[in-house]
């Protein structure tokens, strides 16, 4: 568990399936929206996380 | 429409919005299994355990802060108390002092923390459910 991508990747799976969950009534809509959701986490993590690279300047 | 309605109607059970948002604190998960919703629930029951066990497994403080010179922290140990009774058996099994040297201590307040507030939006789910206001 020392590994910082993969608990952001627990993490965002987790999150967004209950997001999913509460926020869609049918599966297939659900499965869309907990795949975005968790591709919009992980995605903005790494991008935030490359513009902090420089940091502190 | 009006068939919709009376869907919703039928589905709605107000006199169980109490017990389903009681039982959806003590245990996450559980006001849905309550309300006949056994999928929904048991995902949403193992998700946000999971979320709990793992911030345990990374080291978080489970030790109630209520002092005021900290507002903030405040929140983050009523977030922490919104999981229910696995929040009350890790305390009391020893977890609650977590280990700050660790380097996965703040993501584990992390997982343990909005695993309660997921929970919150849980409950609110399910009192929706109840009223018939969501499947």
Known sequence: MGSHLLNLMIFSALVSTVFAMLLRDDTRARLRFGLLAFGGFMAAALVVGWAMYPLPL | MAQSSEVMVRAARPA????????????????????????????????????FVLGLALDAR??????????????????????????????????????????????????????????????????????????
């Not at chain 2, 996450?28 to 999971?50: C, E, T």
């Open chain 2, 62 to 135: 489970l030790q109630p802060y209520l002092g005021f010179d900290d507002p903030l922290a405040i929140l983050r140990s009523l977030a922490q108390m919104a999981i229910g009774v696995p929040y009350f058996i890790a305390r009391a099994l020893g977890f609650e002092a977590g280990m700050v040297t660790s380097v996965t201590h703040e993501y584990g307040n992390t997982f343990t923390e909005v695993g309660g507030l997921l929970n919150i939006l849980v409950i609110l789910d399910a009192f929706d459910t109840a009223l018939g206001r969501k499947k």
């Open chain 2, 16 to 51: 169980a919005a109490v017990p389903a948002c009681l039982l959806a604190w003590l245990l996450p998960g559980a006001g849905h299994l309550y309300l006949r919703r056994p999928v929904k629930g048991l995902v949403l029951m193992g998700s946000i355990l999971a979320l």
